[in-house]
């Protein structure tokens, strides 16, 4: 059985930062995208960035450019969200995903965790 974990999501005041784990279990990520989305309050689930096996050519949405950086060490089975200078709108819940390809589009996402909640206060 295939289990995406994250952790290290909490309360943070604006300009703080944190950084998110993904650890899988059940399945080697060494040849698969992994993405984390994220799902704020009334909104539609978006993409923050998306990583393929090759750890190049990354995704960030331009919401997050220059403040987020995502990386993975496929030694551990675990991709990391680094997030800083954050701001009240990165408020959401955070998910991460595994695929066969690096993809924006969430449906393309095989297998997800439960979410971790971001909560960054102003």
């Known amino acids: 059985q295939v289990q995406l974990v994250e952790s290290g999501g909490g309360l943070v005041q604006a300009g703080g930062s944190l950084r998110l784990s993904c650890t899988v279990s059940g399945r080697t990520i060494s040849r698969d995208a992994m993405g984390w989305f994220r799902q704020a309050p009334g909104k539609e689930r978006e993409c923050v960035t998306a990583i393929p096996f090759s750890g190049r050519n990354l995704y960030y949405a331009n919401s997050v450019k220059g403040r987020f950086t995502v990386f993975r060490d496929n030694a551990k089975n675990t991709v990391y969200l680094q997030m800083n200078s954050l701001k009240p709108e990165d408020s959401a819940v955070y998910y991460c995903?595994?695929?066969?390809?690096?993809?924006?589009?969430?449906?393309?996402?095989?297998?997800w965790g439960q979410g971790t909640r971001v909560t960054v206060s102003s």
């Open positions: 995903a595994a695929g066969d390809i690096m993809t924006t589009s969430q449906d393309e996402y095989n297998y």
